[in-house]
């Protein structure tokens, strides 16, 4: 099992959760979080005083899919999420060696 976790612009989100459920990914688990890269950040003006942004809104997608499963929702994360520009976001991927539904006790792979 695969946890993958995606880091994508904020306004992206609703398009690669549809994608990913298009891609047969039963669940995901969505966070709004801020961050910079890059992109380091960028500057706005409020009220005629110009200050810094450092921190950008992103949303942090999670999924946990099989081995099998793991390289189409990476490509399908890829293909939604780009726009070309700095600041896409990253996308990151971790082994899992247990998983447990805690409802029924499930493991593994019936535990998805």
Known sequence: ?????AIIRHFK?????DALTRAGVNGMTVSEV???GRQKGHKEQYRGAQYSVDF????KVEVV?????ATQV???IITTARTGQIGDGKIFVT????MVRIRTGETGNEAL
């Open 1 to 5: 099992m695969k946890k993958i976790e």
């Open 13 to 17: 989100l609703e398009e690669v959760k």
């Open 74 to 76: 990476i490509e399908t």
């Open 95 to 98: 082994d899992l060696t247990e």
């Open 34 to 36: 801020r961050g910079f």
């Open 56 to 59: 950008l809104p992103k949303a």
């Open 65 to 69: 899919v099989s081995d099998e499963q």
